[in-house]
């Protein structure tokens, strides 16, 4: 899951080198940190978080393959 969110961000921003996405277990919980450029933040999140919703969805529905709850923190 974390090389797709990456995926995903670096073809929403200008600056796909500041890029980072890390990944922690927690159980049956995955928590996934996306980070990237201040200046990139409002293409990530979009306008109203639709973009950022959009993401949290593809994230949730590859984790429910897996039998995992998935959760996307972006900073």
């Known amino acids: 899951m974390k ?5 995903i961000a670096k ?3 200008d600056h796909p080198d500041c890029v980072s996405v890390t990944e922690k277990e927690e159980g049956k919980e995955t928590i996934l940190e996306l980070h ?3 200046s990139d933040m409002g293409k990530v ?3 109203q ?3 950022a919703k959009a993401i949290r ?6 984790a ?3 039998d995992k709850k998935a ?3 972006i900073q």
């Open 3 to 7: 090389e797709l969110v990456e995926v």
């Open 11 to 13: 073809a929403l921003v």
């Open 36 to 38: 990237v450029d201040p």
């Open 45 to 47: 999140i979009g306008k």
């Open 49 to 51: 978080g639709r973009i």
């Open 57 to 62: 969805s593809v994230v949730k529905a590859a």
């Open 64 to 66: 429910s393959r897996e």
């Open 71 to 73: 959760v996307l923190e």
